[in-house]
């Protein structure tokens, strides 16, 4: 059998914590990070700096550089906006103020699809939800995790399917930060805004992504999540090129979950993804 070749020297900039929905704490990310050799990591959890903060919080390690990191959800009318922030002063007064009430709103968002699934005839309870958490923020995948428990779905996928997808039936929205907003959060807070994978957009063709790359460039963004798992060889040369053409800077990372997504691991993906180093370097510049 062969054995993939450990992404060692390579990056990971895309990595969710306890914090959120991931599922291995701060300290199990760094110590997975070190075992497979990663030269940089970054916890991006969802709307929170809990998870990356603690990271930094280790005595530092010569061998791993850890970047401070976030992901935020913006609203947009169709698909779905993520805004990922890097080298962003953590502590920043504005930045914590914001997260606060995007918490609030996401828990609050919680109880209502509980009460949905409650109406739709679930036996679930908030608590049980609790329970799976890991202590953080809670999220749908948690909630998916609790149906799959109770038989109510087989896997996680089919519990977004049947229930929590948007339009689904036990679906609420919650407030969300328009895409300017979250890209001023992050440079005010010192760091550099990066669109998370772009297919998510779904946008209908090159054109259209463009116009929104555009769009968003004016409002302040610096990067393009050019090297992910679902992007492929046409979708990361279509990014590069997009990436190129108006001067923002590439990024990568897995979005590792661990058991919440159990066919993406650290560092490379699928098995095939290995993000160099240089670009943790453009993204310092693209600091100053
Ligand atoms: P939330 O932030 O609580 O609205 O949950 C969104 C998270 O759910 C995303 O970041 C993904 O991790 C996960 N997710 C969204 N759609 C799906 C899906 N169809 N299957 C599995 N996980 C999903
Ligand atoms: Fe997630
Ligand atoms: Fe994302
Ligand atoms: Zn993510």
């Known amino acids: 059998m062969e054995i993939a070749p450990r992404p060692s020297g390579c990056i990971d900039l895309h990595v969710h914590s306890t914090a959120s929905d ?30 990356s903060a603690e990271a930094l919080g280790y005595p530092p390690c010569p061998s791993l550089e850890i970047l401070s990191g976030i992901e935020i959800s913006a609203r947009v009318p169709s698909g779905t906006m993520h805004i990922l922030g890097y080298l962003l002063r953590l502590d920043d007064l ?13 828990a609050n968002r919680n109880i209502k699809i509980v009460e949905k699934l409650q109406d ?27 149906l799959v428990r109770k038989g109510a779905a087989r896997s996680l996928g089919e519990a977004f399917k049947k229930f929590l997808r948007k339009e689904g039936p036990a679906y609420v929205a919650r407030y969300r930060l328009l895409p300017s907003e979250a890209i001023q959060m992050i440079l005010r807070a010192g760091g550099v805004p990066v669109l998370s994978h772009p297919f998510t957009l779904d946008a209908k063709d090159e054109r259209e992504l463009e116009g929104i790359l555009v769009d968003l460039k004016e409002a302040g963004l610096k990067g393009v999540e050019v090297y992910y798992p679902e992007h492929g060889p046409k979708r990361t040369a279509r ?19 661990g058991a919440a997504k159990p066919r993406v691991q650290m560092g490379i993906g699928r098995g095939d993804l290995r993000i160099p180093y240089r670009l943790v370097e453009k993204l310092k510049e693209a600091k100053d």
Request: glycine share 12%; no cysteine.
């Open 239 to 257: 990014y590069e090129r997009l990436a190129r053409r108006h001067g923002l800077v590439m990024t990568g990372g897995t979005d590792f979950h």
């Open 94 to 106: 504005t930045l914590r103020q914001t997260l606060k009430r995007l918490q609030e709103a996401r």
């Open 22 to 51: 991931g599922s291995l704490s701060p300290l199990k990310i760094i110590e997975r990070a070190k075992e497979i050799g990663l030269r940089a990591v970054a916890i991006t959890d969802h709307d929170t700096v809990e998870g």
């Open 120 to 146: 739709l005839g679930v036996s679930i309870q908030y608590d049980e939800i609790r329970a799976v958490s890991g202590g953080g923020q809670i999220g749908r995948p948690h909630i998916a995790q609790v």
